[in-house]
Structure formats: structure tokens, C-alpha cells
């Protein structure tokens, strides 16, 4: 009896980060999305410039962790958190911090994944026949350009972008540099409009978070996207796949 109900603790055991992530998401959009908003931020602007001007390394920090909490656990409030790093550190340094928590809580997500059920997916997925084999076997082929454009078309849920690549078993560093670089553009607008929070609040308005949506914005990120896909027409003309 012990030795079958052994794989069923193996699998539970390697699905725990899993089932965390799920369960704090589930806890999170319920009892943090007050506290996680545009009002909250606006009502303790005062306190956060006040400790950010007297601790500013710490604040870096803690914003930082809080940041990959945020991401690591799908909590409600990545958007706002990015605006945060804006108001708080300017668009240059707000950026940097942003897309360092971002990537590090991506990479947590990808790793529990993995873990989890990752691995033993892509396997079932490569001795699988058909249309499966054919998906996994496109991403395989064109990994770099496809990572890039997940991240930079913002149609893509960030969530689904972080879970997708450890299904098809993508190799951490690939999925590491992707990630860092393909959210660079997003998170500098959003953190560009976050910098100019102070003005808002002033006005009693909301910013404009559709903004990276408009033609001035959204097209260079196309483009980029374009751009990350001329690898994938070059393969398709020569036939040589991705080694990188």
C-alpha cells in the first residue's frame, strides 16, 4: 500500500508551488484588490514619498519583493504596482526596479510550473503524434522569436505568457532574457506614466492606462514585434532551427 500511494505523494509534493500560486490568487483577488488600487496609492501618497525620502535604498527593496509577490502569486495590482514604481522612483530607476520584479516573479511562476508539471507535459507533448506534436515542434523551432513576441504584444495575458514556456520546456536562461527584455517597452510606458502621477492626483483625475494602446505607443511595440519575427522567416526560408 505504501509503495502505491508513493507516486500519488511524489505528485503532490511536486505540485505544492502550483496549487500555492493558485490558491493565493484565488485569496488575493478577494482580499486584496482594495488595497492594490489606483484610490489606495492615491490616499497614501503622503506616507510612501515620506519613507521613500528618508529610506530610499529599503524602499527600493521592499518594493521590489513586493513587486514579485505580486507577480509570483497573480495577485490583483501589477498594473498599479508598476504605476507605483513610477511615482515613487522616476521613470529611469522605476523601470529598472519594475522589470526586475516582474522577471524575477515570472521566473518563480515558470520554475513552479515546471516543477510541477512542466516537464512531463513537453514529454507527453514530443512522443505525442498530430497537431500537439506540430505546436510544440513550431515553438521549439522559432523559441527566441515567439518569447519576444508573447511579451511584447500587450494582447497577451502576462500570466499565459509565464505558464506557456514551461509547458513546452523552454530552457530557464532563454526564458529569463526574454522576459526581462520583451517587458522593457510596456513597463516604460506604464512607468513613464506612473512618474507623472503627482499631477494627477493633484487634478482629482485617473491616468490613462489605455494608453498603451494608442497608435504612438502600441505601433513601435508592433514593430518590435515584427522585428522579432524576422528570425522566424529566415528559418522557414533556410530550414535551419533555433540552437541559441
Known amino acids: 500500500m505504501s509503495d502505491m ?27 486584496l ?6 484610490d489606495a496609492l492615491a490616499q497614501n501618497r503622503d506616507v510612501l514619498i515620506g519613507f521613500r525620502d528618508q529610506n530610499y535604498a ?9 513587486y514579485v509577490l505580486v507577480v509570483a502569486f497573480s495577485l490583483p495590482g501589477a498594473t498599479i ?12 530607476f522605476g523601470t529598472m526596479f519594475n522589470v526586475t520584479g516582474a522577471t524575477t516573479g515570472a521566473t518563480l511562476i515558470f520554475l513552479a510550473a515546471r516543477f510541477g508539471f512542466g516537464d512531463a507535459l513537453a514529454a507527453r507533448m514530443e512522443a505525442s503524434d498530430g497537431a500537439v506534436k506540430k505546436i510544440k ?5 522559432n523559441q527566441c522569436s515567439m518569447l519576444f513576441v508573447m511579451r511584447l504584444v500587450p494582447v497577451v495575458p502576462f500570466f499565459v505568457a509565464n505558464i506557456v514556456p514551461a ?15 520583451g517587458i522593457i517597452p510596456g513597463a516604460l510606458v506604464y512607468t513613464s506614466v506612473g512618474s507623472g502621477l503627482g499631477t494627477v492626483f493633484e487634478s482629482g483625475e485617473t491616468p490613462n492606462l489605455g494608453i498603451i494602446f494608442e497608435p504612438h505607443v502600441l505601433l513601435p511595440i508592433l514593430g518590435l514585434a515584427a522585428l522579432s519575427l524576422v528570425p522566424v522567416i ?3 526560408v533556410t530550414g535551419k532551427k533555433d540552437t541559441a
Open 167 to 181: 509547458l513546452v520546456n523552454v530552457p530557464l536562461h532563454r526564458y529569463v532574457i526574454s522576459t526581462f527584455l
Open 81 to 92: 504596482a508598476t504605476l507605483t514604481g513610477g511615482f515613487l522612483f522616476g521613470p529611469v
Open 58 to 66: 529599503i524602499t527600493a527593496l521592499l518594493f521590489v519583493l513586493a
Open 137 to 141: 515542434d513550431g515553438i521549439d523551432e
Open 5 to 31: 500511494s508513493a507516486p500519488s505523494k511524489n505528485i503532490l509534493v511536486r505540485n505544492l508551488p502550483v496549487l500555492a500560486i493558485i490558491a493565493a490568487a484565488i485569496i488575493g483577488a478577494i482580499t
Open 33 to 38: 484588490k482594495d488595497y492594490l488600487s489606483f
Open 234 to 236: 529566415i528559418k522557414a
